[in-house]
């Protein structure tokens, strides 16, 4: 993918970008400790579409956040505008998943179809959420003072087990994502990004009309828990379980993930027609 800084309320934003730049857009939001580099073997299989990743706040060349969820989703709205792009097909993994919802909610006319993979709408909880924030506290100062040893416990994570089924080479580029990023500026991510800092979405969900893909992988507990309890906020929704994957479907097979997205997506309704970009 060919990368790009942009900036948006006068803050450097690192966009990647590949396909048919006539085609209709495909926004792709990747995880924390992640870029939108994650997103290469995906985008390789997806022709026809026009691909834009961007690194989110915190997360590579782009600037630590500014505000919390519901400030950086208008931030992708801004980003669409920038591009021309007046509607996107929206994909978010784990903290994009919880990004991209806050998006649909807040910008419904941009997002012609939402697909969500392993994340959660929020915590309803305020003693949850509020030892979440706590928690995150804790491990942002982690990632300040030690930031090797951060990304040594992050990996050996159980919702990450299964990635050791992958290729040792797509393991190191996980790796190489990793420990590429500012340690100050992903902290500041996890203060404002983290769960706990987000307004729960659940009653908003209902409002939402455009097609939704809610995707888990088979052993990925946690969140298929969580799919559950969504399944029946969401008025048009179709909901997956892959096979023989965990919490990063698209990472841990993304041939499979590639098939069920595209059968999702030729049923869509055309996208709207596309503005004129000044970037």
């Known amino acids: 993918m060919l990368s790009q800084t942009l900036t948006l309320n006068g803050r450097p934003w690192t966009i990647h ?15 924390f400790t992640g870029s939108g580099r994650n997103w290469d073997e995906l985008a390789k299989k997806l022709p026809g579409w026009r691909i834009i990743a961007p690194d989110l706040p915190g997360h590579g060349e782009t600037a630590p956040p500014s505000g919390a969820m519901p400030e950086v989703a208008l931030d992708l709205a801004a980003l669409l505008d920038q ?7 929206v ?18 006319e941009r997002v012609r179809a ?21 928690a995150d506290e804790q491990l942002a100062q982690r990632i300040e003072s030690d930031f090797e040893g951060f990304v040594r416990d992050w990996e050996a994570q159980s919702m990450f087990a ?6 040792t080479e ?9 420990r590429s990023h500012h340690p100050k500026a992903l902290a500041a991510a996890l203060r404002l990004l983290g769960t706990g800092s987000q307004p729960p979405l659940h009653d908003r969900l209902a409002g939402l009309t455009m097609p939704v893909l809610w995707v888990v992988g088979e052993y990925d507990q946690k969140f298929r828990a969580i799919a559950d309890a969504v399944h029946p906020l969401l008025p048009d929704a179709r909901f997956a379980i892959l096979p023989y994957a965990g919490h990063a479907v ?17 049923k869509l309704p055309e996208p709207a027609s596309p503005r004129r970009s000044d970037a």
């Open 17 to 31: 970008q590949t396909g048919d730049a006539s085609g209709p857009a495909m926004l792709l939001l990747h995880g």
């Open 83 to 89: 591009l021309g792009v007046d509607q996107a097909v």
């Open 91 to 108: 994909i978010g993994y784990s903290m994009g998943g919880r990004l991209a919802l806050h998006l649909a909610v807040q910008a419904p």
């Open 114 to 134: 939402l697909v969500v993979i392993g994340a959660t709408p929020g915590l309803l909880d305020a003693e949850a959420r509020a030892e979440r924030v706590a």
């Open 162 to 167: 299964t990635q050791k089924a992958m290729s």
């Open 170 to 178: 797509s393991q190191e580029q996980i790796r190489a994502i990793r």
């Open 250 to 266: 698209h990472l841990e097979r993304p041939s499979a993930f590639k098939t069920l997205l595209l059968s999702f997506t030729e």
